[in-house]
């Protein structure tokens, strides 16, 4: 069995890091594009904004109170999956901008 080199366990180190940050930024890019624009929310949305148009033309205040609290949820709920999906995408990009600063000074040291 070989023994790791402190070069070599330093090399491990940056490409663990850099490949934590290809999948945490693959997973922020997955969230953002498919969690965003589910059909299912956008659906809610839509029947939440006819129930509030039917609840005014129909002059039923609780029906209207109770589809605005349900479309401000629907929106604060696609506005998280998005935060979410940003937040992941930009911590990967930083983790690989850090591997990579890394490597660039494991190689400048001259290890």
């Given at each position: 069995m070989?023994?790791?080199?402190?070069l070599s366990?330093?090399?491990?180190?940056?490409?663990?890091?850099?490949a934590?940050?290809v999948?945490?930024?693959?997973?922020?890019?997955?969230?953002l594009?498919?969690?965003?624009?589910?059909?299912?929310?956008?659906?809610?949305?839509?029947q939440t904004?006819n129930l509030?148009?039917?609840?005014?033309?129909?002059?039923?205040?609780?029906?209207?109170?109770n589809?605005?609290?349900?479309l401000?949820?629907?929106?604060?709920l696609?506005?998280t999956?998005?935060?979410?999906?940003v937040f992941?995408?930009l911590?990967?990009?930083?983790?690989?901008?850090?591997?990579?600063?890394?490597?660039?000074?494991?190689?400048?040291s001259g290890?």
């Amino acid at each position: 069995m070989q023994m790791l080199t402190p070069l070599s366990l330093l090399l491990l180190i940056v490409i663990a890091i850099f490949a934590l940050g290809v999948i945490t930024f693959l997973a922020g890019v997955l969230i953002l594009s498919f969690r965003t624009g589910n059909k299912d929310i956008k659906t809610l949305a839509v029947q939440t904004a006819n129930l509030a148009q039917k609840g005014i033309a129909e002059d039923v205040a609780g029906l209207v109170g109770n589809a605005t609290n349900l479309l401000e949820a629907t929106n604060d709920l696609v506005r998280t999956s998005k935060g979410v999906g940003v937040f992941l995408s930009l911590l990967g990009i930083l983790l690989m901008a850090a591997a990579c600063w890394l490597a660039i000074q494991i190689l400048r040291s001259g290890l």
